[in-house]
């Protein structure tokens, strides 16, 4: 019996993900944490080709005194990519990634805008702790971190 329930929760488990992901592409969290990265690095108009936008200087300018703005911690040190969140409201898809390791408190985030789940077609930042706090209240919510969630671990009693 207990063999038969543990082949049960690893079959779910590996499901699960499946489902919850169907709603949003997965490649915007690729292309979202890369441009954290080129932001990082002061590359604004790679950073609005990694998103998919128009990367002209107004709106190179644009992005640079949002990140000078609200993305400060971005400028001064190597950003994380590892952890990212994707959760859906009434206005679409905000993809959130922290800039730092999220266990730290007052973490700003970049987060993509998308209104169809299958590209990007904004940005903004905001506070991580408002990004997990509006995803929380989301039935739509995709998590992308260091453990893959698709993996299940099963340990033996």
């Known amino acids: 019996m207990k063999r038969m329930v543990a082949v ?13 992901c169907a709603a949003v592409n997965m490649d915007l969290f690729d292309s979202a944490k890369s441009a954290l990265s080129y ?5 604004y108009a790679k950073a609005l080709k990694a998103l998919g936008l128009p990367s ?9 005194s949002a990140v000078q703005d609200g993305l400060e911690t971005a400028l001064f040190g190597e950003v994380q ?9 009434d206005k679409g898809y905000r993809l959130c990634v922290p800039v730092e390791d999220p266990g730290v408190g007052g973490v ?3 987060v993509a ?5 299958e590209s990007i077609s904004g940005y903004q930042t905001a506070m991580w702790s408002d990004c997990v706090a509006a995803s929380e209240k989301s039935k739509d919510v995709t998590w992308c971190d ?3 969630s698709t993996e299940p671990m099963i340990v033996a009693d």
């Open 108 to 110: 700003e985030a970049f």
């Open 8 to 20: 049960l929760l690893m079959i779910s488990l590996m499901l699960a993900p499946s489902f919850a």
């Open 113 to 117: 805008l998308s209104k169809d789940g």
């Open 146 to 148: 260091a453990v893959k």
């Open 56 to 64: 002209g200087k107004q709106d190179t300018k644009k992005l640079k």
């Open 81 to 89: 990519t590892k952890i990212a969140v994707c959760y859906k409201n």
């Open 39 to 43: 932001i990082s690095y002061g590359e």
